[in-house]
């Protein structure tokens, strides 16, 4: 399973310089620090090889986010106990999908995404690749 095709990637570099911004600390107590001036940098890549490298699911207690709905979709019962799914997954964009068969280390871009509203009932792997494929940049990738 993959997606083929053009798209446009953004990713971040440091410029080197520094500017000043003000933070809460954990005491409540504000603080004036350095951080670096990042630059937005996009790339587009032609006839490329997008894949789901790795899915980490996490399961979690909530204690107050149940949620129930009856046959017409209105909210019968709320804030309960309940178990929720979170899914993590990366992404590899590959000039092709031969050079991502002889290393899979060998992208031109990387990035970590998150599913949203997860259905445990159906295939994450298909999920997760239907969700990047609402991306801006991702939305001209087709199923290989």
Same mark, same amino acid.
């Given at each position: =399973? ?27 107590? =504000?603080?004036?620090?350095d951080v670096p001036v990042l630059e937005e940098v996009t790339k ?12 980490? =699911? ?44 002889a290393d899979q280390e060998d992208f031109v871009h990387w990035e ?33």
């Open positions: =399973m993959a997606l083929i095709g053009n798209c446009i990637t953004v990713s971040r570099t440091d410029t080197g310089e520094k500017e000043q911004q003000e933070v809460q600390l954990p005491d409540g107590t =504000m603080e004036i620090i587009e890549h032609t006839n490329c090889y997008v894949v789901v490298k790795q899915i980490e =699911m996490i399961n979690f207690w909530c204690s107050d986010c149940g949620k129930e709905f009856d046959s017409e979709g209105n909210i019968t019962k709320e804030n309960f106990a309940a178990k929720n799914s979170a899914i993590h997954f990366h992404v590899g964009v590959y000039k092709d999908k031969e050079t991502r068969d970590a995404l998150n599913l949203n509203d997860v259905d445990l009932n159906k295939n994450i792997y298909s999920q997760c690749y239907d969700q990047i494929k609402t991306y801006e940049g991702y939305k001209n990738l087709i199923n290989d």
